[in-house]
């Protein structure tokens, strides 16, 4: 069975600040991986997936196989940022997702 | 643009009463989904479907049960509610069943006391 891990159930950094939201996954297959952003009083929303390999709002993320990580990065921190963030897996072929538990970002001015 | 839509926003709930959480969607999406949201557990999947008239069980399904009559429509049945079905429920729905891309309703939150 498929497993999404996120580390840290809170991060908090300042405006200008790097940030990095880990995901570790296990699967013995091909996965495919996505980050979901949930902002306040909104919808869940993908942000981004690694076949895209596209960044979204200065957000990238590059699947290392290697280490089974799914990192999220952005390079300078925005107020706008602070959301609750959830990295997703799903088999090659299927939209089942499975979901890490999530962490919120915080980012203070 | 509706998207997906979700009833009710919020309900409480006596333990033991029945409860059906409705959800339609008007993208003509083929499949589709429901997820319960808890802190500090993430998202779990309940029920899914690929396509009109099948469903299929997900990670946490017991207690619950889905129906799937028609394209839009993919309500979701609690028989006899337990305290532990308190949460957020996510209804949300794909173009197909290989796209990985969903699109999720604004939550039904569900008290059961």
């Known amino acids: 069975a498929q497993r999404v891990t996120q580390p840290e159930k809170l991060l908090s950094v300042f405006k200008g600040a790097p940030v990095e939201l880990k995901c570790n996954y296990s699967?013995?297959?091909?996965?495919?991986l996505f980050w979901y952003v949930q902002y306040s009083r909104q919808r869940l929303q993908l942000l981004l997936r690694?076949?895209s390999r596209e960044s979204i709002k200065g957000f990238t993320a590059d699947l290392n196989k290697g280490e089974t990580s799914f990192h999220l990065k952005k390079p300078f921190a925005q107020e706008e940022d602070s959301a609750m963030y959830y990295c997703?897996?799903?088999?090659?072929?299927?939209?089942?997702?499975?979901f890490g538990k999530g962490t919120m970002l915080l980012v203070s001015p | 643009i509706a998207g997906i839509t979700q009833a009710p926003t919020s309900q409480i709930l006596a333990a033991g009463r029945r409860m059906t959480l409705r959800c339609t969607q008007d993208?003509?999406?083929?499949?589709m989904y429901w997820y319960r949201q808890d802190l500090g557990l993430g998202l779990r999947l309940i029920h899914y479907?690929?396509?009109?008239?099948?469903?299929g069980k997900g990670e946490v399904p017991d207690g619950y049960s889905v129906s799937r009559a028609n394209t839009d429509d993919f309500p979701l049945t609690l028989a006899s509610a337990v305290p532990s079905q308190t949460s957020v429920y996510f209804c949300?729905?794909?173009?197909?069943?290989?796209?990985?891309?969903?699109?999720f309703g604004e939550g039904s939150r569900l008290t059961v006391l």
């Open positions: 699967y013995s297959g091909s996965p495919e």
């Open positions: 997703a897996l799903a088999r090659s072929g299927y939209s089942t997702l499975t």
């Open positions: 690694h076949i």
């Open positions: 993208m003509r999406h083929n499949a």
């Open positions: 479907s690929n396509t009109a008239g099948t469903t």
């Open positions: 949300a729905s794909s173009k197909g069943q290989d796209t990985g891309e969903l699109f």
